[in-house]
């Protein structure tokens, strides 16, 4: 599948730390955000999938962090699909600045119910 898309984010003051850095928590938060960018790029809001009983949890998550982002940098963050099943979506994500690579991270979703069992996708998802 490989399906990519592209977000860019700032970051603002209050996502760093004492040193200035991005702190490592919202990386995941760029993450979430790329991922609904992507979706809504397609003409599916994530509130629509919700709404039709879909809900998409992450079951394993993690970022590795090759160069620090700083307040104010302009960081690309591209949203990779690498590999849709009948009940899950893998993603694999490139931060980037300037083209430099600061980090790489990856994300499974799995579909489940209200009730939290799990379902099959959405055919619009697969």
Known sequence: ??????????????????????HHANYFVYFEMARTEMLRAHGVAY???EDSGHFLVIVDIGC??????YYDDMLTIRTIVERVTHVKIVHRYEVLRDGVL????????????????PQALPEYLT
């Not at 590795?64 to 982002?69: L, T, V, Y």
């Open 47 to 49: 509130r629509d999938v």
């Open 64 to 69: 590795k962090f090759k160069r620090p982002a």
């Open 102 to 117: 600061l980090a790489e991270g990856h994300s499974t979703l799995a579909c489940v119910d209200k009730d939290g069992k």
């Open 1 to 22: 599948m490989h399906e990519r898309h592209e977000s860019t984010v700032r970051v603002r003051y209050a996502e760093t730390d004492r040193m200035g850095l991005l």
